[in-house]
Structure formats: C-alpha cells, structure tokens
C-alpha cells in the first residue's frame, strides 16, 4: 500500500479538524464536562495499552542509544519517554481536574450602554483550531487537549518521534472516549506520522489552524519561530531571577533559591540568576553556595565577587563555584545550574534583570514593604513575586487550573496559557433601530432638491 505523502496528510488532517470549529464552539459546557470525564475513564481503564505501546517506545530509544558511553544522557532521554502506572493515573487526574472548572465560553467580562441606548458587551469565544507541537514526554499531552476542549477550541496534537506509539494509543483512545460523548469528529485530532516533516506541515497550516503552542525546549521554540505564520499563543523564553535585596531574612532568602532552582531545575521558571545586594552577600553566599553544591548538586557560576566570598569553599569533593563568562549571565539554563552575581543596589538589579531580554519570572525576598513595591513596579516579568518561589509562576500554581505553558510574549497572552487565555473577545452590541450619523441620502432625493453633489 502506497503511504500518503506527509502533505497531503497533514493537509487533510488539519481540514478535518477545521470543519470541527463551529460546532465543537456551540457544544453545551455539561457535554463538554461529560467528555473529558469520558476520556479519564477510558485512559485509566485502557492503562495496560498505553503502557504496553510506551514500553515499545522506550525500548526503541534505548536501541537508538546503545552505543552512548555516558549514562547520565542515556537516563535523561529514557526518562523523558517512559511512563508509568501512577502517571497514567495523573494523567486521568488532570483530565476531571480541568472537567470541574468554569466555562470560560460565554463569558460576560464587561457591560456598558451608548447615549444612543445601545448596549455593548465583550464575550469570550473560542479561539478556533490551535495546533500544539510538543517535544514533552507522553505523559505531558492529555494537559494541553484537555483546556483546549473545555475552551471549546479544537486541537490538533504532534508530538516527539520517540514517543509515537504512546500518543497513537493515547490519541486513539481521547478521541473515540471524547466522540461518543458527543464531542465532534476532528476535535480531538493526534498526528500520527513520526516524520519531522509532519510536525513542520502542521506549523504551515495558516488555511486551517488559528494558532500554535509550542512545548518543549529552546530549539522547539526556536524552530516555531521560524517556520510558521501563525500566531504562537505560548513562548516560555526567558532568564527567571531571584533578587536578594540588603534588607532580607537570610533563612528565608537561602530557602527561596534552593526552591526556585532544586524543585524541579529543568522548569521554565526555575531560577537562572540570582542577584545577592552588596550589604548581604558575604553573611549569605557560603551558606547558600555550600547548600546548592553539596545538598543539591547544583553547578554555581559566579561574579568575582561571589567566587571571592564562596568560590575558594570545597564541599563534599563536589564542584567548587566557577567563574561565569559574559554568555552564562543571559542564559536559560533549564538545569541544574545557577548563576550567582554580587549588585550594588536595587537599581543595577533592575537594569540587569531588563537588560538580558524577555523576562520569564522575577522575584524579590525583602522585608522592607516600600522595596517590594518598586520592584514589582519596576521589573518587566510575566509574573513578579515577593517573598515567594519563582516556581509559583504556574497555572495550577496560581489557581488558574492548569496550563499549556506559560508566555513571555506581550501580545494576546502574557504569563500562564490557561482557560481565559485559551479564548478571545468578541462585541455583542444590542440595538433598537439604531442608525450612524449623518444617515446617507438616496442620489434621486439629491437631484429632486438639486443639491450640489461633490465633484
């Protein structure tokens, strides 16, 4: 049998999913709620096959890696592909999760009436058809599918090459639990072709698809970036940061860092700088640096001044402090990795935060509630926090229910892509006859009373 080249495929498939817009947008919420209900049970009760096809999976990335020497890539990359029982189990989790939430289609955000007696509202509507490319594990794909459904917006879902077979069990199963829920056919659509052409098609789809969402790492987002027309409603670039400021408590300050780097160092919002006020820095750094080298295997780079104040410490046999180079202090290092830099004051933080471009998440320990203030003011972020952990800057996190990622993009969406921001506005306005001013006068009327008409 002859395979349908990935073009016309994709084409086909993103038609498809496009003739489920209109009426996936006019589905009841409680039809809505029934379904994603319906795609927990199946996916828990279908556990075996999914894990079963994960195994196949897993068991192919570790033939393509056979002759890899270092263990630690070899772990990295099996991990990222392999599922198990429990997270199977959250996956359904998640599903009932964001069953239960509010509706966001429909919405009244604001209400007004004109002189004239019109009454204008904003409405909130689905998007349409978003295409999400993911180079996540399986067990990320149910969260984006899910919002996206209750939004009432159709997706169309192409994950990593690594993990196909387990999105061909998982796709198979959301969609036919979703559709005999009354869902329509194509709202819940997964590529099923592992070529990376597919995945570059589907950013091509400016005729069928509304938007895309991006999720995975720099080079994913780097590659939307550059292939694709269409609006990207989720980009998560950009440095997050932990400003220490001179008047901070040092126990509270050493616990946020940890916090904000250790829980999970490959995050978006894990911490990559943190920027320690002159004033504090030598009763704080070797107690920070000694808990992030030795409790937590974190590689600290530092200024030269914290490699005078905590680079000369050894602990453990672990690594020392290194010097960062001019390339570190603007990374994103989505890992276990820290840099570390000694300012004079608020103001050299702030221009240092800006100064490295778009800012993922900011956050500032302090006990003086007027430094606090300025720097929730002054700091561009998609989420600035005080006294708190940058990993709070997160849907479920922040009681928004979820996410498909977090933006630092400025336009239509900033922060964590939830519920609301999976929608957008449109104006109802409510009228009794209503007509704009000057009303236009037939051409006959003008000649009958022989009115000059503009040359």
């Given at each position: 049998?002859?395979?349908?080249?990935?073009?016309?495929?994709?084409?086909?498939?993103a038609?498809?999913?496009?003739e489920?817009?209109?009426?996936?947008?006019?589905l009841?919420?409680?039809?809505?709620?029934?379904?994603?209900?319906?795609?927990?049970?199946?996916l828990?009760?279908?556990?075996e096959?999914?894990?079963?096809?994960?195994?196949?999976?897993?068991?192919?990335v570790?033939?393509?890696l056979?002759?890899?020497?270092?263990?630690?890539?070899?772990?990295?990359?099996?991990?990222?592909?392999?599922?198990?029982?429990?997270?199977?189990?959250?996956?359904a989790?998640?599903?009932?999760?964001?069953?239960?939430l509010?509706?966001?289609?429909?919405?009244?955000?604001?209400?007004?009436r004109?002189?004239n007696?019109?009454q204008?509202?904003?409405?909130?509507?689905?998007?349409?058809?978003?295409?999400?490319?993911?180079?996540?594990?399986?067990?990320?794909?149910?969260?984006?599918?899910?919002?996206?459904?209750?939004?009432?917006n159709?997706?169309?879902?192409?994950?990593?090459?690594?993990w196909?077979?387990?999105n061909?069990?998982?796709?198979?199963?959301?969609?036919?639990?979703?559709?005999s829920?009354?869902?329509?056919?194509?709202?819940?659509t997964?590529?099923?072709?592992?070529?990376?052409?597919a995945?570059l098609?589907?950013?091509?789809?400016?005729?069928?698809?509304?938007?895309?969402?991006?999720?995975?790492g720099?080079?994913?987002r780097?590659t939307?970036?550059?292939?694709?027309?269409?609006?990207?409603?989720?980009?998560?670039?950009?440095m997050?940061y932990?400003?220490?400021?001179?008047?901070?408590?040092?126990?509270?300050?050493?616990?946020i860092?940890?916090?904000?780097?250790?829980?999970?160092?490959s995050?978006s919002?894990?911490?990559d700088?943190?920027?320690?006020?002159q004033?504090?820095?030598?009763?704080?750094?070797?107690?920070l640096?000694?808990?992030?080298?030795?409790?937590?295997?974190?590689?600290?780079?530092?200024?030269?001044k914290?490699?005078?104040l905590?680079?000369?410490?050894?602990?453990?046999?672990?690594?020392?402090?290194?010097?960062a180079?001019?390339?570190?202090?603007?990374?994103?290092?989505?890992?276990?990795?820290?840099?570390?830099?000694?300012?004079?004051?608020?103001d050299?933080?702030?221009?240092?935060?800006?100064?490295?471009?778009?800012?993922?998440?900011?956050?500032?320990?302090?006990?003086?509630?007027?430094?606090a203030?300025?720097?929730?003011?002054?700091?561009?972020?998609?989420?600035?926090?005080?006294?708190?952990?940058t990993?709070?800057?997160?849907?479920?996190?922040?009681?928004?229910g979820?996410?498909?990622?977090?933006?630092t993009?400025?336009?239509?969406?900033?922060?964590p892509?939830?519920?609301?921001?999976?929608?957008?506005?449109?104006?109802?306005?409510?009228?009794?006859?209503?007509?704009r001013?000057?009303?236009?006068?037939p051409?006959?009327?003008?000649?009958?009373?022989?009115?000059?008409?503009p040359s």
């Open positions: 049998m002859v395979e349908v080249p990935v073009k016309i495929y994709m084409t086909n498939l038609k498809k999913a496009r489920a817009v209109r009426p996936l947008s006019l009841a919420n409680m039809t809505k709620t029934l379904a994603l209900h319906a795609m927990a049970d199946r828990e009760a279908e556990a096959a999914v894990l079963a096809a994960n195994l196949e999976d897993v068991e192919a570790g033939k393509k056979e002759g890899e020497t270092n263990k630690d890539t070899v772990k990295e990359a099996v991990d990222r592909v392999r599922l198990t029982a429990e997270e199977v189990r959250e996956m989790g998640r599903l009932r999760e964001v069953a239960e509010p509706d966001p289609v429909g919405e009244i955000t604001k209400v007004w004109r002189p007696g019109m204008v509202s904003r409405v909130r509507v689905p998007i349409g058809a978003i295409g999400i490319v993911s180079d996540l594990g399986p067990k990320h794909t149910t969260d984006a599918v899910a919002l996206c459904l209750k939004a009432g159709v997706s169309v879902v192409r994950g990593g090459s690594e196909t077979r387990s061909q069990v998982i796709g198979t199963l959301l969609r036919e639990a979703a559709e829920s009354g869902v329509p056919a194509g709202a819940v997964f590529v099923e072709r592992s070529e990376k052409e995945a098609e589907l950013l091509r789809q400016n005729k069928y698809l509304d938007a895309i969402i991006p999720r995975g720099a080079g994913l780097k939307v970036m550059e292939q694709t027309r269409l609006p990207i409603l989720c980009h998560d670039a950009g997050s932990v400003y220490i400021d001179g008047e901070a408590d040092l126990p509270l300050a050493q616990n860092v940890v916090n904000s780097k250790a829980q999970e160092p995050a919002n894990s911490v700088m943190v920027l320690v006020h004033s504090i820095a030598r009763p704080l750094l070797g107690a640096v000694r808990r992030l080298l030795d409790e937590f295997k974190v590689d600290v780079l530092g200024c030269p914290t490699m005078a905590a680079g000369s410490y050894s602990f453990s046999n672990y690594k020392n402090v290194k010097e180079t001019e390339e570190d202090w603007g990374r994103q290092f989505l890992s276990p990795t820290l840099a570390i830099r000694v300012v004079k004051d608020m050299e933080a702030v221009a240092l935060i800006g100064h490295y471009g778009p800012v993922h998440t900011a956050a500032i320990v302090t006990r003086e509630y007027a430094s203030m300025r720097f929730t003011r002054e700091v561009d972020a998609s989420a600035v926090l005080v006294n708190a952990s990993r709070f800057n997160d849907g479920s996190e922040l009681g928004l979820g996410e498909v990622g977090t933006s993009l400025r336009v239509h969406a900033r922060g892509i939830s519920l609301e921001e999976l929608t957008c506005q449109k104006y109802v306005v409510l009228g009794t006859g209503q007509l001013q000057p009303h236009p006068v051409v006959a009327y003008e000649d009958a009373i022989m009115l000059k008409r």
